[in-house]
């Protein structure tokens, strides 16, 4: 198949090939990718004018974590006492009151797999945060938190994911993905729960109609083959979702941050080009024929290429993320406030649209 017949193929909506999907990111130049993407983009999204941004708090639960993931320096292990914590009902109360003061609807809540914190515990935490602030929406977890709370609970993923949510849990976060094959799992996080894990946690929460985003942590020891892996198995389980279910809301791609951790220590460092991000900016939206919504990073990739993955497949610029602490501390120091996400947005050539988890128009009112 011709360059421009995949091309057409994409555009027409079709799911492509991996040896399809694979050309397209190796062989056709950026500018024609692009192009492709934000035409889908358009053909896509309910006004193409429009690009949507969100106002959210995350919080770290705890940052006790047995999972040992080499990507990253803010967790600590079980035996490392003197820098436990795990956060208090106060501490949510007043990072809850910061964020509603700043026009936010949500908590991002997400921690290690802690040894000792079981479906019980989360159940509690949950309800009292609903208890207490009933109009907040608690974004939360993720499929290898969900699945390490059911081993050590004794649960299956179902029924972990009812208990979470009967206590208060709202939409899956689609974190602790990385890159969805077992090779890179095995090197990166060798003790975290398996790609299995990860895809049966989200289609039991899609058969649940439970929204849910879908991620990818690019740039450290994966090949393209595998980053195109991932996108397919991304597109599959989405093509698995019960119709009228919610499934993955949106994509979010980002770049491994390499500061401070354990692959840095190997020698494998934070190697981004702008070109390369948006190459897999547009490749998702070309190949995600069955997600809406992509997210542009920009806490990874700075203001001006999140404003150029706008014109190249993306119609979401993600949170002003109030409190963002595991990226962060791995070398990502870009930051936003309500005013200057939507500047850039218009500096973009797009009218800026608040909105919250399920992209539903929101209206910012202090």
Request: aromatic residues 6%; negative net charge; contains cysteine.
């Amino acid at each position: 198949m011709t360059k421009d017949s995949t091309l057409y193929k994409a555009l027409a909506g079709e799911p492509l090939s991996f040896d399809e999907a694979l050309g397209l990111y190796n062989d056709v130049p950026l500018t024609e990718i692009a192009d492709a993407a934000n035409r889908l983009r358009i053909a896509k999204v309910d006004d193409p004018e429009v690009v949507t941004w969100q106002i959210d708090r995350n919080v770290n639960i705890t940052n006790v974590c047995i999972s040992g993931c080499k990507f990253c320096n803010f967790h600590c292990k079980p035996h490392q006492r003197e820098r436990h914590f795990i956060t208090t009902i106060e501490e949510y109360c007043s990072k809850i009151e910061t964020m509603l003061a700043l026009g936010g609807d949500q908590l991002l809540l997400q921690g290690g797999l802690h040894p000792k914190l079981d479906i019980a515990y989360y159940e509690e935490l949950f309800s009292t945060l609903k208890r207490l602030y009933p109009q907040v929406r608690l974004h939360a977890l993720g499929a290898p938190e969900v699945a390490h709370i059911a081993r050590i609970s004794g649960l299956s993923h179902r029924e972990t994911l009812e208990r979470l949510v009967a206590a208060g849990l709202d939409s899956l976060p689609g974190a602790g993905a990385e890159i969805l094959t077992d090779r890179v799992r095995r090197a990166i996080s060798p003790a975290k729960p398996s790609v299995k894990d990860w895809c049966d946690v989200m289609h039991e929460a899609h058969k649940m109609n439970l929204a849910t985003s879908a991620t990818m942590m690019y740039g450290h020891i994966e090949s393209v083959e595998e980053r195109i892996e991932h996108l397919l198995l991304i597109r599959e389980l989405q093509s698995r979702v019960p119709e009228g279910n919610w499934g993955f809301v949106a994509f979010i791609p980002w770049i491994f941050r390499s500061t401070g951790t354990p692959l840095e220590n190997e020698g494998i460092s934070t190697r981004f080009s702008a070109n390369e991000y948006l190459r897999i900016i547009a490749i998702s939206r070309l190949i995600l024929n069955n997600i809406r919504n992509i997210q542009a990073s920009w806490l990874t990739v700075g203001k001006q290429t999140a404003q150029i993955a706008l014109h190249s497949g993306a119609n979401d610029m993600g949170s002003i993320m109030i409190e963002e602490n595991v990226v962060s501390s791995a070398g990502a120091h870009n930051s936003f406030d309500a005013e200057g996400i939507q500047a850039a947005i218009r500096e973009a050539g797009f009218r800026p649209q608040l909105r919250d988890q399920l992209y539903r128009k929101r209206v910012l009112t202090l």
